[in-house]
């Protein structure tokens, strides 16, 4: 296909150039080809450059080859583009549809048999349910919940990292047969959810795999997600115009039908173009339609030309590509600028049969319907084959509508030209036709994108409060597939066209509209929705919405270490919750409390709020609730020193999380068993345990996790003596934590920081690292760490931090360390101290030195036999040994 034309029919724009002058772009591809098959290891390509320098081609030449292979190890292409879209996961979908072979209007049911069969051939049957229901949100296939499905329905956040997780799982499992080629097209037009998925995948993606993307902008420019991608994996390949050579030889191959062709028509062509082959092959197009070539009849199936070099002069030839489409629209005859301005008007995609209720809406209607009267449609069908052959359209291969014929503008510039010389009340006129048409078609509330264009055609002809419903219904469509960015996008111009108007309706979007502003890390404005809920679940006497309401502001509050501010709100919200007889809502809010108290060292008060949670979720046999509970409760009872109870409920949560198939609960069971051993001072047992820890926190790619894991590797690390790779680890995490803005998670990594910098005797970074540390600890008021912090302070003082004329300082930071966890009840945190503060007293000396160090350490470790010996509180019900599970 390099070296020769592909001739289809006897039009000008049926000639496609061969690809010169991509010799070592070509080049590029194949040798990351290669590394893919030799190392079995993922490799992206970002194939870069101007709209039109030849991004598509280059792929479709290269993947050509791949389908067809002479010898070697077979290679499955599959590409996807989120051009002529405006899904959130448009390209994903048309991706998944060409793997599974889903071809245009395939009975859903047969589809998902389909879809099913193939699932279960690649995982072989493992875990099958839970990968169809997240294929199933990208593909628009509904499939049954699983048990990990209800677990994570409710909180968006978790159904985003298990559901990326499913998708990475199953390429890599498809994979293994033999290595898969993957190209994204036109990533500029992808949504942001899509590019994201897209970003985890090329960073984490560990399989024989080629991920080829095509885009005008640097990957790093369309979503920060895309400069994790280590060096060694990506390969950028920026592709330029073409030189004078390759510009004359395409000209010259495309207008090879004149026999010689006249050297001032290539010059024209190439000086127009500027080495740009899409608009060289434009420059051709232009001829026709300006007189310069005329095609004439010929015998043979390859067409002639005629050249008249006098109009040359004449004809306006464009400069840029403005200049181009506005040549093409001169082209035009009446009768198809304005069939194209009512395509325009649905969209860069439109349908034949959108454009027949346009048609027929200026007719009278007939007085019976018959087959007679159908054939305005073969009209239309005509004119549209007629622009698809002049190049103006597309016809795509799979339609979204059964039974419809699809079609795509072929290069957009054009469609937003027609679009914007149609008047603003025809405009009305066609949104409002076709806002109807959209409406009765089969299938449309199963899907986001096609509720979205029902929401903007409504919008567009006046029509707001419906425009306002669908698009909350767009919204809740796009948050149930934890697409958060378009969900956002949704709910944000469906609720300001609502207005006041329907405030019950308002209460649910604002909430759902909190939930995905969260998942998104946008707090401040998820604050602003959940507030105004609030209010307004007020005025209408609505118990359980505003306990709903009161609940996400706590843990909005208790999440981003405002603590003082969270009690009031959970408090609140389970009065309301109580009152309106709501369970599942006092189970979760009992938890909350149970969580917030803890963080500010109420233990006593923190185990009978997380005791409370627990007993009712296991009479709501909420699972998923259940499993983190006994995850909180485990948090609570390690802190108490109780670390055979501690490491019985963080199993008992593991187990249900591994059954459940939650990885990122998996992720955060075995980081807290492994600080339990970290306290029992099993250090290698400890890494082993967070290492698993790490994998499964990287798998699903939050990177809340990831840091906290990182920071609890760096402490082991630290205390087995190895500084230099803890500071390494631990600066990883801090980096992570500051992207965040997660301060209290930062103030842990910069603590366990200056101990690493004091194990090298740094210790002036050592005094630097601790004193942020206690400063972003004090601002968010979580005793516990405070208290851990100050005793830090101490270590580092006592070794001369600050100087040895200020050691003698070190003694106030260990009181007023001890005095903090005495404050809260935390014993084991002051038995710390208290050794901590007789190793500093032993070295420092002094006639007391010995009685006093000896003091310190007998009330020590009367403190920690007392918590060895001490049962757990009345109503604490110790839990059944888990079941065996297979790691």
Same mark, same amino acid.
């Given at each position: +296909? ?47 450059? $101007? ?45 998944? &549809? ?35 229901? !997240? ?40 994979? %293994? ?5 993957? !190209? ?30 095509? =885009? ?8 920060? #997600? !895309? ?34 062709? $006249? ?18 092959? &434009? ?33 306006? @030839? ?27 008007? +649905? ?29 305005? *449609? ?83 002809? #006046?029509?707001?409060?419906?425009? /306002? ?10 948050? %149930? ?18 207005? =006041?108007?329907? /405030? ?5 979007? @604002? ?63 389970? /009065? ?67 670390? /055979?109870?501690?490491?019985?409920? !963080? ?55 990831? *840091? ?55 210790? *002036? ?13 004090? *601002? ?101 040994? $888990? ?5």
């Amino acid at each position: +296909m390099t070296d020769r034309l592909r001739w289809v029919g006897l039009s000008s724009n049926s000639l496609q150039a061969p690809m010169v002058g991509r010799g070592r772009e070509l080049a590029a591809l194949e040798d990351a080809l290669s590394e893919v098959k030799t190392s079995r290891e993922a490799r992206v390509v970002s194939l870069v450059g $101007p709209a039109g320098i030849g991004k598509s081609r280059l792929a479709y030449e290269f993947f050509q080859g791949l389908e067809t292979p002479d010898e070697g190890e077979e290679v499955r292409v599959f590409r996807g583009s989120a051009r002529g879209s405006e899904d959130a996961y448009a390209m994903f979908e048309r991706l998944l &549809r060409a793997r599974f072979g889903l071809g245009d209007g395939i009975d859903p049911e047969a589809a998902k048999s389909l879809v099913r069969a193939q699932v279960a051939s690649v995982l072989e049957d493992r875990k099958v349910g839970d990968v169809l229901f !997240f294929l199933g949100q990208l593909l628009g296939l509904p499939f049954p919940d699983s048990p990990l499905t209800k677990a994570v329905g409710e909180d968006a956040i978790e159904g985003r990292l298990v559901r990326r997780s499913v998708l990475r799982r199953l390429i890599e499992s498809d994979a %293994a047969a033999a290595p898969l080629a993957l !190209f994204f097209d036109d990533l500029d037009d992808a949504h942001h959810d899509s590019r994201e998925l897209l970003a985890f995948l090329c960073d984490l993606v560990d399989a024989p795999v080629l991920i080829v993307c095509a =885009s005008r902008a640097d990957l790093g420019a369309l979503h920060e #997600g !895309f400069t994790a991608i280590s060096k060694d994996r990506l390969r950028r390949v920026e592709l330029g115009a073409l030189g004078e050579p390759e510009s004359v030889t395409v000209v010259e191959a495309l207008l090879e039908p004149c026999g010689d062709v $006249p050297e001032a028509l290539v010059d024209s062509a190439c000086a127009a173009a500027g080495g740009n082959p899409m608009l060289l092959e &434009r420059m051709i197009r232009v001829f026709v339609d300006t007189g310069v070539l005329e095609v004439t009849p010929s015998a043979t199936h390859r067409p002639e030309w005629r050249v008249h070099l006098d109009k040359l002069d004449r004809a306006r @030839l464009p400069l840029s590509v403005e200049d181009a489409v506005e040549a093409r629209i001169a082209a035009l005859s009446p009768d198809e600028r304005r069939l194209l301005e009512r395509a325009a008007a +649905m969209g860069s995609v439109f349908w034949e049969g959108g454009l027949s209720a346009l048609t027929r809406s200026e007719r009278p209607g007939p007085a019976f319907w018959t087959a007679e009267e159908d054939a305005d *449609a073969a009209t239309i069908t005509a004119a549209l084959d007629e622009l698809v052959e002049r190049d103006y359209l597309l016809r795509l291969p799979d339609s979204t509508f059964a039974g419809e014929r699809e079609l795509v503008f072929k290069h957009n510039k054009e469609r937003e030209r027609i679009a914007s010389g149609t008047s603003p009340q025809d405009l009305r006129s066609y949104h409002q036709i076709l806002a109807d048409w959209l409406e009765h078609k089969a299938g449309v509330r199963a899907h986001e994108e096609h509720m979205g264009m029902l929401a903007r055609h409504r919008e567009l002809a #006046g029509a707001r409060t419906r425009a /306002a419903l669908s698009y909350l219904e767009a919204g809740a469509i796009a948050r %149930a597939r934890f697409a958060h960015q378009k969900a956002v996008e949704y709910y944000e111009r469906g609720l300001s066209l609502l207005g =006041s108007r329907d /405030a019950g309706r308002r209460v649910d979007a @604002l909430h759902d509209h909190g939930d995905v502003l969260l998942a998104s890390g946008h707090a401040e404005a998820a604050l602003a929705e959940f507030e105004e809920m609030k209010t307004l679940a007020y005025r209408l006497d609505l118990p359980a919405k505003g306990g709903a309401a009161h609940n996400r502001i706590g843990r909005l509050y208790r999440d981003t270490g405002r603590l003082e501010l969270a009690e009031p709100h959970l408090r609140a919200g389970l /009065a309301l919750f109580q009152r309106a007889g709501d369970e599942r809502g006092i189970a979760s809010t009992e938890d909350d409390l149970g969580k917030l108290r803890w963080m500010r060292g109420e233990y006593a008060l923190a185990l009978d709020s997380l005791q409370r949670g627990l007993t009712l979720r296991r009479r709501l046999g909420d699972r998923r609730g259940i499993a983190l509970s006994m995850n909180n409760l485990g948090v609570l009872l390690q802190d108490c020193g109780e670390y /055979a109870r501690a490491k019985e409920a !963080f199993e008992h949560s593991l187990s249900i999380r591994r059954e459940i198939g939650d990885v990122p609960g998996v992720a955060t069971s075995l980081n807290n068993l492994g600080t339990v051993q970290q306290d029992l001072g099993e250090h290698e047992r400890a890494l082993t345990l967070l290492g698993d820890a790490l994998l499964a926190a990287r798998e699903v790619g939050e990177k809340n996790r990831v *840091a906290l894991v990182l920071t609890n590797i760096g402490v082991s690390e630290e205390r087995l003596g190895h500084a230099d790779v803890a500071i390494k680890v631990l600066t990883e995490a801090e980096g992570l934590c500051d992207e965040l803005g997660d301060k209290l998670g930062l103030a842990e990594v910069l603590r366990s920081l200056g101990r690493a910098h004091m194990s090298r005797r740094e210790l *002036a970074k050592a005094r630097q690292f601790i004193s942020r540390s206690v400063e972003l600890f004090t *601002a968010v008021r979580s005793k516990v760490h405070l208290g851990i912090a100050v005793r830090t302070l101490g270590e580092i003082t006592a070794e001369g931090g600050w100087g040895a004329e200020h050691t003698g300082k070190a003694r106030d930071y260990f009181l007023r360390a001890t005095s903090i966890f005495e404050e809260i009840g935390n014993e084991i945190e002051a038995a710390r101290t208290c050794q901590a503060f007789a190793a500093h007293v032993r070295r420092e000396g002094g006639p007391n030195a010995e009685a006093e160090a000896d003091a310190l350490e007998a009330r020590a470790a009367s403190a920690l036999d007392k918590l060895t010996r001490a049962s757990l509180p009345d109503g604490w019900e110790r839990s059944p040994p $888990p079941p065996a599970v297979d790691s």
